[in-house]
């Protein structure tokens, strides 16, 4: 997963102390002054947190800070909340395709149809919307599985055909998961 993205906004003092402690976080810190800049910015992103002291529009991804002056622990739990709050927001509204995919529930839905998935499927389904271009069996076995290049196994053909099974069941879409000489990929 992408590593989250923390907006610094309007707000210097913050900023100069995250700045300092940025190598313990497992965060991308930027500072931006301008709500124009930060309108831009948000358009490219998917995975952030904004920080300011005002609150500048209805943003679900929004902490703001006015009871200062803030111990650091207690900043630092803000943080982490907040973004844990996002991340499992984030998981729960994934796009694949005409889909939606509840990654912390492990479920496809269209039209109020929601199926199942296995941890093993949304895995894939993951992967091949990340990559953006046809994946290799191997590539599969190697991301997915953690399997050795050299291993003969049929492990990712069956769990494509169990999903391509399910999207046909449920949804009479054979479409999704394409399959050519060089790879699978999501149509």
């Avoid at 296995?118 to 046809?134: D, G, N």
């Avoid at 879409?173 to 990929?185: H, R």
Wanted: glycine residues 2%; hydrophobic residues 40%.
């Amino acid at each position: 997963m992408n590593t989250t993205k923390l907006i610094i906004y309007r707000f210097s003092n913050i900023y100069e102390i995250l700045n300092e402690l940025n190598d313990i976080f497992k965060f991308d810190l930027i500072k931006i002054d301008k709500e124009s800049d930060l309108k831009l910015f948000l358009k490219d992103i998917s995975n952030y947190l904004i920080i300011s002291q005002e609150m500048i529009f209805e943003e679900s991804n929004m902490l703001v800070l006015k009871d200062l002056p803030i111990k650091i622990n207690k900043l630092v739990e803000k943080i982490n909340l907040s973004i844990l709050k996002n991340n499992f927001n984030f998981r729960s509204n994934i796009i694949i395709g005409k889909y939606l995919l509840d990654d912390n529930s492990r479920k496809i839905i269209y039209n109020n149809i929601e199926v199942n998935l296995t941890e093993q499927e949304v895995k894939v389904l993951l992967y091949l919307k990340k990559i953006k271009k046809p994946v290799k069996v191997k590539e599969l076995q190697k991301y997915i599985w953690g399997y050795n290049l050299d291993l003969e196994t049929h492990t990712v053909e069956t769990h494509i055909y169990r999903l391509r099974q399910k999207f046909n069941k449920f949804f009479k879409d054979n479409d999704l998961i394409q399959s050519l000489k060089n790879g699978y990929f999501i149509k």
